[in-house]
C-alpha cells in the first residue's frame, strides 16, 4: 500500500525491513541535529546503558560509534526485536540527558533508523561503515585514533569491550592474529560503502549530491517495495512522480542527473509536474 508522504517527510516515514538474519545497523540523531553527547561523562553513560539493556533485552552488539550528535549501532535481535530494544535504550538516555542538562523535551529526533543487514558480507560493510564515520567526517585521520567506537576492541587495543568481536574476526581467519590483521586491512580499504547516516535521518531530507541521492531513492524503493525497474510500469506513476518532485525540490541535482540515477528518461522526469 502506497503512503501518503507530504513534502520533508519522506526520510522520516517508511517501513521497517525485517532481517532474516536478525542483524542490523541502527542510528539515532539528536534532535534538531543538536549535540546529545556533550562531554566524556555522556558517552561513558550512554556505554553503560548499552551494558545495561542488553542483560534486559539479551542482544548482541557486534559495533558502535557514538558521535557528538548521533550514534551508530550494530545490533542482532535476540530475546526482544530491535523496536524494543531501540526504545529501551534511547528512553533511557534520554531520561538521564534532561535530568542532567535540566531540560525537558525530545532528546532524539523521530525514531531511530534502521537497515537490515542479511548476510556476512554485508555485515563487513556496515562495521567498516561505522568504524570510518569520525575519519569520514574528518574528526581522525585513522579509526583507532577515535576513542568512542568499537574499533580498538577488534584490533586488540582494548579489552573487555561490551561487543561481540570474535564472530565477526571469525569471518577473516580461524587463526586470531591473522583475522585481527586482515580485519585492519580491511578497514582502512578504500571503498564507496554507502549505509544509513546522518545526511538522511530526520524530518527533512538532505540530498547534497548523488550520494545522498542515491541512499535518499533506496529508502523510498523500500518504503514502497518498488525497485528501479519497477518506475518503469505506469501503474507505479503517482508514487514515481512524488519521488522525482521531492529529488527536484530537495536538491541540487539537475534533470539529468535525476534522469540517470532513476533510470528514466529526461523527459520523463521534466514533465512531471506539481
Known sequence: MSKNYGKGDLVARYRRIYSETGIYHAMSRGNNKSDIFVDVEDKKR?????????????????????????SHLIIKEEDQSLSEIMKRIN????????????????VFQGRYRSEPIGDDRYLLTAVRYVHNNPVEAKLVKKCEDFPWSSY???????SNGIIDKDFVLSLFAKEL??????????????????????CNIGDEPEIKGYYDAEVYIREYLKAEGLNLKDLKRRKVKDRRDKLILNLRKNSNLTIRDI????????????DVKE
Do not use: P, W
Open 91 to 106: 528512553i533511557s538516555y534520554a531520561n538521564y540527558f534532561n535530568r542532567k542538562y535540566d531540560r525537558v523535551g525530545h
Open 152 to 158: 580498538n576492541y577488534y584490533i586488540g587495543r582494548f
Open 46 to 70: 550512554y556505554l553503560n546503558i548499552l551494558m545495561e539493556k542488553m542483560g534486559d533485552c539479551n542482544f548482541t552488539l557486534y559495533a558502535y560509534c557514538i558521535m557528538d550528535n548521533h
Open 259 to 270: 534522469a540517470k540515477l532513476l533510470d528514466l528518461g529526461r523527459s520523463t522526469v521534466g
Open 177 to 198: 592474529d591473522k583475522s585481527i590483521q586482515l580485519f585492519e586491512d580491511f578497514s582502512k580499504k578504500e571503498n564507496e560503502d554507502r549505509l544509513i547516516d546522518i
